[in-house]
Structure formats: structure tokens, C-alpha cells
């Protein structure tokens, strides 16, 4: 049993960089935006330039079908640009479910006695990695509850556990985490144990609200969390992933917010996030939402999707399999740029079994329900039908291509074409080692359409060291 992190005062910075009220009146003022001005700010966005906040405001408050509908448009246009066609997916790994936090929507609340409360030991852990692998899985997000047994001391340790895995020819090449915030010297301890992007969901960035639904705990501390990617920062891990859960307050709300975390990192750090996520709230065993005032509809949520897309242009998106297949499906079009497949979110829900078929459901262990229950096999499928690249890529964490790094590479455009040909390699060492008959043949097909991009020496250099991989060489790229 690893020791609470302990915190000093002073890691906190002395004023709060998100004003609610700030937001609130950003809000008031965007909704007298015109369709003039709704157009200036598609143009500016197409453009590759960041949004200011007022801009997103003026976006978000557009209730016009047709404006939407070219905003919607315009965002897809831009994602097209920036991303190509590539998808990364990855796979969650939740590794227990203890927890000190009260908090209303979580169905690993310490106060609701219908979760079957379980910590996987490291063998446990390497059963389940061992499951990953088999089916192909080169990235994961591990997650857990928030308690002192889940400190520094465990990630650092759960990571190396995790990256001394080897099933075949498969390796888990990065390790995201989604834990509670840490003191410096914890993100220290993660840092130099391989963490790749390190997580930590806000939940709702309204002080007032954060604090109904986080009713005792660490967590209900709002500017301890807040001010977790300072501290993160300051630690030298650079590489950091915002989120919020959507359902809790008003969604326009909620988007200013992660644009104004975003300023924050970017005009005190130089380093914006690497994802935002925003899952919508779902039921779990002992907890309802039902009759929710902050509900977000579909219609909604898919358009809130496409704004950030124009308001952060270079930051990768993520959604995961809480969404139906349906609306997972749409919303690529218009921002998502990671997904997972194949997905269990019970504590020690995976099983030896690459098709995932016949395991016993791991009732109470889940920290809310899942909506798109498809294999990885499936996902990869319908992502080829639709013609999206899967991507298993990991190139740019282990070159270093980080942070202020990622950022170099990033906003000239250089790190499509790095990402390209590494979403290309990555595929076919999943069709080479994991893929249904159907899958490897589609997969080809779309790696044989994707080449005809290339042109000249660089061309070359991918189709060799493609011709490597179907030859038995793992781990290759640019």
C-alpha cells in the first residue's frame, strides 16, 4: 500500500486562470453574433489560426441549422487538412476501483455500496496486457479509482509492469494514464517511468456546480485539480490531455472552458494539450441520471465536436466507446481523431480470448456503461468501409516529438506527413499479425490507395520498409 501524495500550497498558482464569471459574460456576448461574423470566424479557423475565446462563443451559440450544417463542413474541411485520413486507436486498461471520492455521477463513488470494489494484481495486470496484445492493441489508457493505494509509487511501477509485456510479436509501445493529480515530484516519478499522456478531466470547469456534484474527497478540491498540468508542467512532463464530462453544466459552458485551460498551457508553458476529451455522462450500477437538465443531445454534441475542432485546430480528439457505433461514426468526420476498440471497462474485464467472446461480465466493477461493443477487428472494419488509416502509431513519443517539439512539427504541417507513413506501418502490422481474412485483404486494398499519395525518395522509403514488415521486421518507422 503506496503512501497519499502529499501537496504544498505553493505548487498552486496564486490566481485561478479560469474566471467563471469571464466565461459567463463571453457567453452573453456570443450569442449577438451575426452570420457575417459566424463566416469571418469559419474563415479564420480554415485558415489554421487559433480561435480567441470570444470567437468559439460566437460559434457555439449558433442555433441555425444551416450555420451549423457550415460549421460542421468547415470543420471536417479542416480536419481533413491537418489529420488526413488516419484514426489512432488505442485500448482502456482499468486496473481497480477503489476510491476515496464522493462524487454523484461516478459509479466508483466510494459511497456506492453496489460496487464490487477490486484492485488487479501486477500478474492480474500482465494477464490482461497478454489479452491486448494478442488482438493486436499497441496503445492503451490505464485508469483506475482515486485513492492513496493508486499514488505515484503504483503508475510508476504499473507502467513497467505493462511495458514488460511481450505476447508474439506484440508490445504495448505507450501507456497513457488517466489518474488523479499528483504533486511535482509525483508527475516526476511518472515521467521518468515512460508515462505517455497523462489525463486528468476537470469534469466542469463551473466552480460553483464542480463543487454540488463532488460531495467529499481529494476531489472536491476544484483549484488542486485545476492546476494539475502546472504542476505537471513545471515537473517536466509535457505531454498532457484535458477533459470534461459533459451533462454536468451548460455544454457552451464547458467548451470555453478547455479553450480557456488551453490558453493558459500555451501562453504560460508554450505547451497546448495533446487531446481533450469529452464524454457525455452515463448511467452506471448505482448511479441514474435520468431527467438531467444538462443533458446534451446528440444534435449538440455532434456540433460541439466540430467547433473545437475549429477552435483547436492541432489538438488531438478523443472519443471513446461510451458513444454508440452511430455517433462514433459521425463525429470522425468532424474532429475525432483517436477512438478505441474492442474496449472493456469492467476491472479485470479482458480476457485471454482475442475475439473477446464468451467472458463472464464483471458486474459492479464498471465505472459506467458502454455504448459500442464491437471488437477491435469490427472497428478497424468499419474505419476501412468508411476510408479512414488506422493507426497504431507511437513514433513521435518515443522520438522525443512532444510538447514545445510536437508543437515545432505540428503547426507547419510537417507531423501529417511523419504520422502518415507511421499510420501505414503501424496497420500493416496488424494485418500481418491480427487481422481476419476480410480485414487484411480491405486493409491492403486501402494501404495499395494510400501509396499513390507518395512521390519520389519518400515514396520509396515507406514501400521498404512496408516490404520489412511483410517479411517479419516489427516496430518499424519514420
Known amino acids: 500500500m503506496y503512501n497519499p501524495q502529499q501537496y504544498n500550497i505553493e505548487d498552486i498558482p496564486e490566481k485561478p486562470f479560469v474566471d467563471c464569471d469571464e466565461i459567463e459574460s463571453f457567453l452573453l456576448r456570443g450569442k449577438n453574433g451575426s452570420f457575417e461574423q459566424v463566416r469571418s470566424v469559419i474563415c479564420k479557423a480554415l485558415n489554421r489560426e487559433r480561435l480567441s475565446l470570444y470567437e468559439t462563443s460566437v460559434l457555439v451559440n449558433v442555433t441555425d441549422k444551416n450555420l451549423r450544417e457550415e460549421i460542421k463542413e468547415a470543420a471536417g474541411e479542416l480536419k481533413k487538412k491537418i489529420y488526413g485520413n488516419r484514426i ?35 500478474d492480474e495486470i500482465k494477464e490482461q496486457v497478454t489479452a491486448l496484445e494478442s488482438c493486436g492493441h499497441k496503445r492503451v489508457v490505464v485508469s483506475m479509482g482515486e485513492h492513496p493505494c493508486y499514488g505515484s ?24 494514464v488517466n489518474a488523479a493529480p499528483l504533486d511535482v515530484e509525483g508527475f516526476r516519478k511518472v515521467k521518468d517511468a515512460g508515462v505517455g499522456t497523462y489525463q486528468i478531466f476537470q469534469e466542469t470547469y463551473n466552480k460553483k456546480r ?10 472536491r478540491d476544484y483549484e488542486w485539480r485545476l492546476t494539475a498540468f502546472d ?20 455544454w457552451r459552458y464547458e467548451v470555453l472552458g478547455l479553450i480557456r485551460h488551453v490558453n493558459h498551457l500555451e501562453s504560460t508553458y ?21 431527467n438531467n437538465e444538462y443533458d446534451v443531445s446528440d444534435e449538440d454534441f455532434v456540433f460541439l465536436v466540430a467547433v473545437l475542432r475549429l477552435a483547436v485546430p492541432y489538438t488531438g480528439m478523443i472519443l471513446t466507446a461510451r458513444e454508440p457505433a452511430a455517433i462514433r461514426d459521425m463525429v470522425l468526420r468532424y474532429g475525432v481523431s483517436q477512438i478505441d476498440g474492442g ?8 480476457s485471454s480470448s ?21 471488437s477491435l477487428d469490427e472497428v478497424i ?44 506501418l503501424t496497420f500493416a502490422e496488424y494485418l500481418e499479425d491480427y487481422a481476419s481474412v476480410l480485414v487484411k485483404q480491405k486493409g491492403y486494398n486501402l494501404i495499395d490507395k494510400n501509396l499513390r499519395q507518395y512521390r519520389g525518395k519518400e515514396g520509396e522509403k515507406v514501400i521498404t520498409l512496408l516490404n520489412r514488415i511483410r517479411n517479419g521486421e516489427r516496430d518499424l518507422f519514420l
Open 354 to 374: 482475442c475475439s473477446y467472446m464468451g467472458i463472464e461480465k464483471k458486474h459492479g466493477r464498471e465505472q459506467f456503461a458502454l455504448n459500442d461493443m464491437r
Open 343 to 350: 474496449s472493456k471497462i469492467g476491472v479485470g474485464g479482458y
Open 153 to 176: 509509487g503504483y503508475i510508476a511501477d504499473l507502467l513497467k509492469t505493462i511495458y514488460s509485456v511481450k505476447e508474439g510479436k506484440g508490445a504495448i509501445r505507450r501507456i497513457n
Open 270 to 290: 508554450n505547451v497546448g494539450p495533446h487531446t481533450i476529451s469529452f464524454p457525455r455522462l452515463k448511467s452506471a450500477l448505482g448511479v441514474n441520471f435520468e
Open 88 to 122: 489512432v486507436l488505442f485500448a482502456p486498461l482499468y486496473t481497480g476501483n477503489y476510491c476515496i471520492n464522493e462524487c454523484s455521477y461516478c459509479g466508483f463513488s466510494c459511497k456506492n455500496q453496489r460496487v464490487d470494489r477490486t484492485s488487479l494484481t501486477f
Open 231 to 250: 504542476r505537471a508542467l513545471k515537473a517536466g512532463l509535457d505531454d498532457v490531455g484535458l477533459g470534461v464530462l459533459l451533462g454536468l453544466y451548460d
Open 381 to 424: 472494419h468499419e474505419l476501412i468501409k468508411n476510408g479512414y488509416l488506422p493507426s497504431f502509431c507511437t513514433a513521435c513519443y518515443r522520438l522525443g516529438r512532444t510538447g514545445e517539439h510536437f508543437m515545432e512539427f505540428s503547426v507547419p504541417g510537417f507531423i501529417k506527413r511523419f504520422c502518415f507513413s507511421n499510420a501505414i
Open 210 to 219: 464542480y463543487r454540488e456534484v463532488h460531495r467529499s474527497g481529494k476531489k
